[in-house]
């Protein structure tokens, strides 16, 4: 079975732009987390969908949002980048999101902001 | 209010011997679950051990076991017989009842040396 699958791996932007990762769950997963890593702040919990609908949000302003699409797929869109939004990205599956379903991690988008 | 607790220093151990991560955690849920996840240089989060708080028993999984004491809001991970691989960030993390969103601690870097 493959695992999560992010795109893209690395990506540079500038102050201003805005940007979309994606994450791919593992199959029949319908359950799909966003955490940000930085330094600083650790890792922080952004959103999480499930069924094409979110369901937890994490407090992290309203640039950043995301959506689920039918097939599980998800994307996360940062808009109006700060420096402070360079981090990596970590996205993270699971069945259904009950107690005791593991999440398991995709490999993470590092995003650059310059 | 900090929800995991990771103090210790980074560490450094001697391969094949085993090593003890602290973690402790507030929660004022009855029924949640505890995670341990590796993250090695790459960035990607693999997860090693869950335990829920009604699990009688402490989980294991190969080489890595949770001690779990439940009245004093620990759930310390031990690896035993450290290998060179091991030398990663190790991150102890909860997820209360209702959501599935993680609450991660700082983390412990661990290396292994030969």
């Known amino acids: 079975k493959a695992g999560v699958t992010q795109t893209p791996r690395y990506l540079i932007k500038t102050r201003g732009q805005q940007v979309t990762l994606s994450c791919s769950p593992i199959?029949?997963?319908?359950?799909v987390s966003w955490y940000q890593q930085t330094p600083g702040q650790g890792l922080q919990f952004l959103f999480e969908?499930?069924?094409?609908?979110?369901?937890n949000k994490g407090n992290f302003p309203g640039r950043f949002s995301g959506r689920q699409f039918s097939n599980s797929r998800s994307e996360m869109n940062v808009s109006t980048l700060e420096l402070g939004d360079s981090a990596l990205y970590l996205c993270?599956?699971?069945?259904?999101?009950?107690?005791?379903?593991?999440?398991?991690f995709g490999p993470g988008t590092r995003l650059t902001v310059l | 209010a900090q929800k995991i607790t990771q103090t210790q220093p980074g560490m450094f151990v001697q391969e094949k011997e085993a090593v003890t991560l602290d973690c402790t955690y507030d929660?004022?849920?009855?029924?949640?679950?505890l995670f341990w996840y590796k993250q090695p240089s790459s960035g990607e989060m693999i997860f090693l051990i869950y335990?829920?708080?009604?699990?009688?028993q402490n989980a294991t999984e190969g080489r890595y076991s949770l001690n779990f004491q439940k009245a004093r809001k620990s759930a310390n991970l031990v690896i035993s017989a450290s290998q060179l691989g091991d030398s990663a960030m190790y991150f102890c993390?909860?997820?209360?009842?209702?959501?599935?969103?993680?609450?991660f601690g700082k983390g412990n870097q661990v290396v292994v040396i030969p």
């Open positions: 993270a599956s699971s069945s259904a999101g009950l107690a005791g379903d593991e999440q398991f």
């Open positions: 199959s029949g997963h319908r359950s």
């Open positions: 969908y499930f069924s094409e609908t979110q369901r």
């Open positions: 929660t004022s849920d009855p029924s949640y679950g």
């Open positions: 335990q829920g708080s009604y699990d009688q």
């Open positions: 993390a909860m997820r209360e009842s209702g959501n599935n969103r993680l609450a």
